[in-house]
């Protein structure tokens, strides 16, 4: 089992619509969870950090938790073709000494 | 305030030779990543430094090494570089040592080795 797992995609939306992105984790110990958007040819950005159960939300972006199934998802309402990029799923491993990213969701929104 | 600065942005090297990349962390941060990206096996984990130490490393071959100077900024070396070498290498800095607050990259050195 991967430590960090995301469906791949690509992922198509129409745009004003939900973008919804997935992610599990294997180590039952993480304690923060991190999305990273990269925009082809650029450099991951962070863009939402949760360390409590539940939602976060920033903007259009709401992050949700549950540690108790492993998993963590990211949520874009009223999504735009600037969302477009690949979204990476970020959780430290191995008593937080270091970050492990997901193999990262390509997303597209359709005008 | 600056961001993570990285040296140079693009380089092509030959087959056997070595390469060194910089990074200049956020100001006041004292802990550097150092991530490999390809498309084939995402973003991997080379190491991290702190203190001018190395605390973390992950699982490449000896030919990859590193340093912290005593301002923070670090270096990565490859040598006897490989076709597979051909990657982009990312640089992440924080203010603390480890993973929980996350990091901030910089913009990469795309390594292209022929």
């Known amino acids: 089992q991967k430590e960090v797992e995301q469906n791949s995609g690509p992922l198509s939306v129409p745009e004003g619509a939900i973008a919804s992105l997935n992610c599990t984790y294997s180590d039952r110990v993480s304690q923060s969870f991190f999305w990273y958007r990269q925009y082809s040819g650029k450099s991951p950005e962070l863009i939402m950090s949760i360390y409590s159960n539940g939602d976060k939300e920033d903007g259009r972006f709401t992050a949700q938790l549950n540690k108790a199934s492993q998993y963590v998802s990211l949520l874009i309402r009223d999504s735009q073709p600037s969302d477009s990029a690949t979204y990476l799923c970020?959780?430290?491993?191995?008593?937080?000494?270091?970050?492990?990213f997901g193999q990262g969701t390509r997303l597209t929104i359709n005008p | 305030k600056a961001g993570v600065t990285q040296t140079p942005r693009y380089l092509i090297k030959t087959r056997g030779q070595q390469v060194t990349l910089s990074c200049s962390p956020i100001s006041g941060h004292r802990s550097v990543s150092w991530y490999q990206q390809t498309p084939g096996q995402g973003l991997q984990f080379l190491f991290e430094y702190f203190s001018e130490t190395q605390r973390n490393k992950g699982n490449f071959p000896g030919r990859f090494s590193g340093r912290q100077f005593s301002n923070s900024r670090s270096e990565m070396n490859v040598s006897t570089l490989e076709l597979g070498d051909s990657a982009l290498y990312l640089c992440?800095?924080?203010?603390?040592?480890?993973?929980?607050?996350?990091?901030?990259f910089g913009s990469g050195t795309r390594l292209t080795v022929v």
């Open positions: 970020a959780v430290p491993i191995q008593g937080a000494q270091k970050l492990v």
């Open positions: 992440a800095s924080s203010l603390v040592e480890g993973a929980l607050g996350g990091y901030t």
